[in-house]
């Protein structure tokens, strides 16, 4: 019974360390991001975080005044070696209703309803 226990324990301090691993690589890559653009105006980084059973999706998508997309990167996974990937297939799309449409078959669902819930999300600022 005492060896549960310890095991208990330890696997809750991992989850902790790994967690602010994660934590810490997510700040640090979005700060790198924000100090590219923020002597350039016109600019807009926007985030969207899907949750499934097993991990998150979390997209990362900078944006011009004309809502054209410059920059954009994913990362899914629940381990502490998932990184940011490009997500090179939206780069040079206007971030809008029909880009989702644009991946239906090009990729996942995950990545469809991240980007849908983006575009949800940047049509509700716009309209009063």
């Given at each position: 019974?005492?060896?549960?226990?310890?095991?208990?324990t330890?696997?809750?301090?991992?989850?902790?360390?790994?967690?602010?691993?994660?934590?810490?690589?997510?700040?640090?890559?979005?700060?790198?991001?924000?100090?590219?653009?923020?002597?350039?105006?016109?600019?807009?980084l926007?985030?969207?975080?899907?949750?499934?059973?097993?991990?998150?999706?979390?997209?990362?998508?900078?944006?011009?005044?004309?809502?054209?997309?410059?920059?954009?990167?994913?990362?899914?996974?629940?381990?502490?070696?998932?990184?940011?990937?490009?997500?090179?297939?939206?780069?040079?799309?206007?971030?809008?209703?029909?880009?989702?449409?644009?991946?239906?078959?090009?990729?996942?669902?995950?990545?469809?309803?991240?980007?849908?819930?983006?575009?949800?999300?940047?049509?509700?600022?716009?309209?009063?």
């Open positions: 019974m005492k060896g549960i226990a310890v095991l208990g330890l696997i809750i301090l991992f989850q902790m360390i790994f967690s602010f691993y994660q934590i810490r690589y997510y700040n640090r890559f979005i700060r790198d991001i924000v100090k590219r653009y923020e002597n350039k105006p016109n600019y807009r926007d985030t969207e975080i899907v949750k499934k059973t097993l991990g998150s999706l979390v997209i990362v998508v900078v944006t011009d005044i004309d809502s054209t997309i410059v920059e954009s990167y994913y990362y899914h996974g629940f381990t502490i070696f998932s990184k940011f990937r490009k997500f090179k297939e939206i780069n040079g799309r206007t971030l809008n209703k029909y880009l989702s449409s644009y991946l239906e078959n090009r990729q996942t669902k995950l990545k469809r309803k991240a980007i849908e819930q983006l575009v949800n999300k940047k049509l509700e600022t716009v309209t009063p």
